[in-house]
């Protein structure tokens, strides 16, 4: 059966185009596959519907997560799939197998508290003496801060800014996101004063946040691992904070103070607001645990 396989990946590689790990992928999960199709004395050409929910119970019972088994489901679809399109099967027995459903994680979030904390020390820092390099170091990353928790950004979309992203009065930016969509956000007083003052020490250019590479602006990655030092320096544990928290903060903190549902989603850039909704699943946790840390007959 790995000759079945093995024209199945030629395909993904030849006419999709499919990258290394991908491939590598769909062969290890195929293999596992055709190894248990096999130990029931069937064939990738007979085998029924059952055989591959059997596989799926297996995979579940063996501790797989859901998304891993869904993963292994996806690569059995689009096999058979091929098999079918090119006659060496006459039907689908993944056609109505459903896919193993998984609980969307709630993002990380930190409280009010914790993000104030971060600002304040990246403002002191931006403002203590220093070297140069050191003090553009902490200038950099205060405005990136401020930028962030004011408007949301992505953190691909932040470190990418260009200087005419920024309005003139500095007061709303025009970020352009996923599927090259523009869009307007607001920016708070302190941001605003956070990137006057960053704009000020800048050498002529036409990025925000500026760099040597070869890309010409800041790598998310060096955002990144400033953000966990200063994280650790404010005593928050690092694994707790990254870019993204940030943006989750941003939007949770202003659903928890009463904003629009469909504002928050505009703002953040989301497409479909299913995506933006699982903001209010982290109101509700939270809301529910705090019923049960201080209800008086919580504990009864």
């Known amino acids: 059966m790995s000759h079945l396989v093995g024209a199945f990946l030629e395909m993904m590689s030849a006419e999709r185009g499919a990258a290394a790990n991908t491939i590598a992928a769909y062969r290890r999960d195929l293999a596992s596959y055709a190894g248990f199709v096999a130990g029931k004395k069937q064939s990738l050409l007979d085998c029924p519907r059952e055989t591959v929910t059997a596989y799926l119970d297996m ?65 002191a820092e931006a403002n203590a003496e220093a070297s140069p390099a050191k003090q553009e170091a902490a200038r950099r990353l205060y405005c990136l801060l401020e930028m962030l928790y004011a408007t949301g950004l992505r953190v691909s979309e932040l470190v990418s800014l260009k200087r005419a992203a920024v309005m003139r009065d500095s007061s709303f930016i025009t970020v352009t996101g996923k599927g090259q969509k523009e869009r307007i956000v607001p920016m708070n007083d302190k941001a605003r004063d956070a990137v006057r003052a960053w704009v000020a020490t800048l050498e002529p250019g036409p990025w925000l946040f500026p760099a040597k590479g070869e890309i010409g602006h800041l ?11 200063l994280a650790g320096r404010a005593g928050i544990s690092s694994a707790r904070v990254a870019p993204h928290v940030l943006r989750h903060a941003f939007a949770s903190h202003l659903l928890a103070g009463g904003a629009d549902l469909r504002v928050v989603q505009m703002l953040l850039g989301h497409s479909d607001i299913s995506t933006t909704q699982i903001y209010t699943h982290v109101l509700d946790e939270k809301l529910r645990t705090l019923v049960e840390t201080h209800h008086p007959l919580a504990n009864g």
């Open 59 to 123: 995979l579940k019972n063996e501790g797989l997560s859901a998304s891993s088994s869904a993963r292994h489901l996806s690569a059995i679809r689009q096999f058979h799939k091929f098999l079918c399109a090119d006659g060496l099967r006459g039907d689908d027995p993944t056609r109505i197998v459903a896919s193993p459903k998984t609980r969307r994680p709630l993002p990380k979030v930190l409280s009010v508290a914790e993000v104030d904390k971060l600002l304040s020390l990246a403002e």
């Open 219 to 229: 790598a998310r990655q060096v955002f990144g691992r400033d953000l966990k030092a």
